[in-house]
């Protein structure tokens, strides 16, 4: 069993900046892949970032690409998203996952464990 807690979340300024957390705790020391998803009102839940064990390789959105990071720290069993640049339409709840793997995958059904999610709301 793996439990993910996410943090950082809150309302920003458009153009703002902000830097979730996802610390980790359980079974960490096996290969996984620990991604980013959000969900939106009324909208289906996405794939935003997710990265390696090694942190070597990392996928994004599209609509993320060169505004949002995606970082982990093994030694804290915590991966991070630094958003910059921040747009309305990133306003949504974001959730932590993981899985087992060398590959990062897009879909959330491949993911074995969910954090609670943090609220993200960008004003414009």
């Known amino acids: 069993q793996v439990q993910l807690v996410e943090s950082g979340g809150g309302l920003v300024q458009a153009g703002g900046s902000l830097r979730l957390s996802c610390a980790a705790s359980?079974?960490?020391?096996?290969?996984?892949?620990m991604s980013w998803f959000r969900q939106a009102p009324g909208k289906e839940r996405e794939f935003v970032a997710g990265?390696?064990?090694?942190?070597?390789?990392?996928r994004y959105a599209d609509s993320v690409k060169g505004r949002f990071t995606i970082s982990r720290d093994n030694a804290e069993n915590t991966v991070y998203l630094q958003m910059n640049s921040l747009k309305p339409e990133d306003t949504a709840v974001y959730y932590c996952?993981?899985?087992?793997?060398?590959?990062?995958?897009?879909?959330?059904?491949?993911?074995?464990?969910w954090g609670q999610g943090t609220q993200v709301t960008v004003s414009s």
């Open positions: 996952a993981v899985r087992g793997g060398v590959v990062v995958t897009a879909t959330s059904s491949e993911y074995d464990y």
């Open positions: 359980g079974r960490t020391l096996s290969n996984l892949v």
């Open positions: 990265i390696t064990r090694s942190g070597a390789n990392t």
